[in-house]
């Protein structure tokens, strides 16, 4: 999986951009929120998706890693695919999107093309409590819960190659910093986490 690409900005386009990195072009499908964020300066980060189908690899890009992190909760809902996700992020900000699901806007959801009735109120059934929980704890959240939650993502991401399935490996790394609070090593938390049967 590509995180990021980090290198020079050799073409932008409401819709792309390409950046070169190392003498490689990368063309990067971008939202319009995305374009917006994109100075006119040389160099260029965006935090990327690589998407994979028989026919096409597509690379997606976002200017900030929350409205990366909104994509990919909207293409994990069925019926919404990346393209789809990308439209989304063009109608509207990550902030607008996110207030809508929170509010159980279906109307404005519903508003943005190629989402009709259905998607959206399964977009809203399937995240809104997703969000509110991301939300509320980011609201409370101090430098050591950051801290905390960057670890617990690792060790998390780390959990899932190992073979654990997220359920179990979320609840265990629970168990595990309850136990040794957020001063705990990236290391440590996940042979603990291995170590709860």
């Given at each position: ?71 990919l909760d909207l293409i994990s809902i069925s019926g ?86 997220k359920s179990v490996a979320e609840k265990n790394l ?24």
């Open positions: 999986m590509i995180a990021y690409i980090d290198g020079k900005l050799t073409f932008k386009s409401p819709t792309y951009v390409i950046i070169e990195t190392y003498g490689v072009g990368y063309q990067i499908r971008i939202s319009l929120n995305t374009y917006s964020q994109i100075t006119d300066s040389e160099r260029c980060k965006l935090h990327t998706y690589l998407h994979i189908k028989e026919d096409a690899h597509t690379l997606f890009g976002f200017s900030e890693f929350a409205e990366k992190k909104l994509f919404v695919g990346p393209g789809t996700a990308v439209v989304v992020l063009s109608y509207l900000s990550p902030k607008e999107i996110t207030e809508a699901i929170i509010g159980e806007d279906v109307k404005t959801i519903q508003s943005i093309k190629g989402i009709g009735a259905k998607t959206a109120q399964r977009i809203i059934l399937e995240l809104k409590d997703k969000i509110k929980k991301e939300n509320n704890s980011s609201e409370t959240s101090n430098l050591t819960t950051t801290k905390r939650n960057t670890v617990k993502d690792e060790a998390l991401s780390a959990l899932i190659m190992l073979g654990v399935t629970d168990i595990v910093l309850k136990k040794t609070g957020a001063d705990v090593t990236l290391e440590d938390l996940i042979k603990h986490s291995l170590r709860i049967s």
